[in-house]
T-cell receptor
Framework: KAGVTQTPRYLIKTRGQQVTLSCSPISGHRSVSWYQQTPGQGLQFLFEYFSETQRNKGNFPGRFSGRQFSNSRSEMNVSTLELGDSALYLC?????????????FGAGSRLTVL | GESVGLHLPTLSVQEGDNSIINCAYSNSASDYFIWYKQESGKGPQFIIDIRSNMDKRQGQRVTVLLNKTVKHLSLQIAATQPGDSAVYFCAEKGYSTLTFGKGTMLLVSP
């Protein structure tokens, strides 16, 4: 069974640009969560999607958005990039949205903003 | 303990020793806890989980202990190996999402 796949793995952008990151969950998983990981703040929750609906949202500005498609694949978008958006963006999938569920993470997309 | 800025708490052990990594969680309503391991260049990998109605759970070479009275979680790794070197995160689940701790770096010397 293939794991969680994130693309691209690395990217460099400049301030003011926008970026779209993609995540393909484990086959059969309908829940996708996104996290931002930085050395200073650790892993911070961005949002969670289940069956194409955003179920939970973290404390991030509106520049951060996401969506989920009918095949459970998900994308997140960051507009008007700032230097502080440089981070590892991790996607995780699960077979359910609530209760005790293990998140399986992808390897992440490392974004550098210059 | 808690990490500040760029500095993660670090635990250095010798190969073959037992390691204990500690985590304090914040939400007394959390009912599910997970330990993850993250190696350099990879995403976090599930190690072991425990529900709040348990105080101990064992896996292969790992044991998680939960003390709800003081909101403390620990991960014990038996016979630590160089391949165990990584950053370890505890995560708690309360009302909805998983909230992660700052992490502890485990360094294993041969």
């Amino acid at each position: 069974k293939a794991g969680v796949t994130q693309t691209p793995r690395y990217l460099i952008k400049t301030r003011g640009q926008q970026v779209t990151l993609s995540c393909s969950p484990i086959s059969g998983h309908r829940s996708v969560s996104w996290y931002q990981q930085t050395p200073g703040q650790g892993l911070q929750f961005l949002f969670e999607y289940f069956s194409e609906t955003q179920r939970n949202k973290g404390n991030f500005p509106g520049r951060f958005s996401g969506r989920q498609f009918s095949n459970s694949r998900s994308e997140m978008n960051v507009s008007t990039l700032e230097l502080g958006d440089s981070a590892l963006y991790l996607c995780a999938s699960s077979d359910r949205v609530s209760g005790a569920n293990v998140l399986t993470f992808g390897a992440g997309s490392r974004l550098t903003v210059l | 303990g808690e990490s500040v800025g760029l500095h993660l708490p670090t635990l250095s052990v010798q190969e073959g020793d037992n390691s204990i990594i500690n985590c304090a969680y914040s939400n007394s309503a959390s009912d599910y806890f997970i330990w993850y391991k993250q190696e350099s260049g990879k995403g976090p990998q599930f190690i072991i989980d425990i529900r709040s109605n348990m105080d101990k759970r064992q896996g292969q070479r790992v044991t998680v202990l939960l003390n709800k009275t003081v909101k403390h979680l620990s991960l014990q790794i038996a016979a630590t190996q160089p391949g165990d070197s990584a950053v370890y995160f505890c995560a708690e689940k309360g009302y909805s999402t998983l909230t992660f701790g700052k992490g502890t770096m485990l360094l294993v010397s041969p």
